[in-house]
């Protein structure tokens, strides 16, 4: 208990929320950067050619007989190229990878922003507040709708670009559905206990 009340203390967790929001800002920041780099055409794929198999192909680079140089991303999915009749990549892959990174990406981007202003508010001792119950549960939702929804987005994207492209993908997708599942759970829960706890204390104001 002395463990919890000493960090859980304004004089610990002011400071603490002022770095965590830094953090925010940062992982946003990373995702934009990402998002950029798949936009390049430097986002990996297993690519399949007449020639052979790569295993972390870009599209950025034609030569695939070694690692890639410089940065690279990937979405964590297992995607798989075949080239076309001419041994190319169409530009229309490239536009379908960088939608699925995108579909991934721009909700974290907004997720992330609304607990950076839960942060926020904590580092200037707003904590009780209906609005970060809403920021939590945008927060969760997101998360929550992101695990159930973008994998069907992704297969719905990749379905496209195989209707017109002249070059084929394949798409394996949805491993981390528990892992945002759960968290997207978990803080829309803390949102409706915030949001519960700014009522009691209004009623209690109301009463005294």
């Not at 940065?71 to 892959?93: C, P, S």
């Not at 200037?124 to 987005?153: C, D, E, H």
Request: aromatic share 12%; charged share 15%; glycine share 6%.
């Amino acid at each position: 208990m002395k463990l919890i009340e000493r960090f859980a203390n304004g004089r610990f967790a002011q400071p603490a929320a002022l770095v965590m929001k830094v953090v925010c800002y940062f992982i946003i920041g990373f995702y934009i950067l990402c998002t950029i780099l798949s936009l390049m055409g430097r986002q990996t794929f297993f690519l399949h050619t007449k020639t052979g198999a790569f295993e972390q192909a870009i599209y950025a680079e034609e030569s695939h007989d070694a690692h890639p140089s410089g940065m690279t991303v990937r979405t964590g999915d297992d995607i798989h190229v075949w080239t076309n009749e001419n041994d190319q990549i169409d530009l229309t892959i490239q536009i379908g990878l960088s939608l699925l990174y995108a579909v991934q990406t721009v909700p974290m981007i907004f997720a992330y922003w609304f607990l950076s202003r839960v942060f926020s508010n904590t580092h200037k001792g707003r904590i009780f507040t209906r609005q970060n119950a809403s920021y939590l549960l945008y927060f969760g939702l997101i998360q929550f709708s992101a695990a159930v929804f973008v994998p069907l987005l992704k297969l719905g994207i990749c379905w496209l670009v195989n209707l017109v492209s002249d070059s084929r993908m394949s798409l394996s997708t949805g491993q981390d559905m528990l892992n945002m599942l759960i968290p997207g759970a978990a803080f829309m829960a803390a949102a409706y206990i915030i949001h519960e706890g700014v009522r009691l204390l209004n009623e209690a104001d109301h009463t005294v």
